[in-house]
């Protein structure tokens, strides 16, 4: 397999996961009759929905493409598909009895995708 050819599969892989972490969270937060969703500011957050019952710091892993040079093989550098931790912020809100969970992934000081936790009590 020639350099181009496992450049262009390495980047078909590293765009198919990107494209199926990013179409697996299309949700928002309905707070007091407003939505607050992906690409929003921590600070709508806070004033739409309030303080979180939980926050707490998470790493995520995520597939990065990277470029290595070898010293000992002439030609341009290879491209490398890697799992790297990405820091992120999670706030969890309690809708309420009998409800889910709401979690708000914060990353880069706005909100990367918001998702249902477990059911409350």
Known sequence: MTRFA????????????????GSASAQSLACNGYLVGKGASPATLLQTCGEPVYRQAVCVPMVQLGWVLTPYRPGSPEAVLANQCVPMEEWTYDRGPGTFFGIVRIYNGTIESVRDGDRGR
Do not use: V
């Open 6 to 21: 496992r450049l262009a599969t390495g980047l078909s892989i590293a765009t198919a996961a990107l494209l199926a972490a």
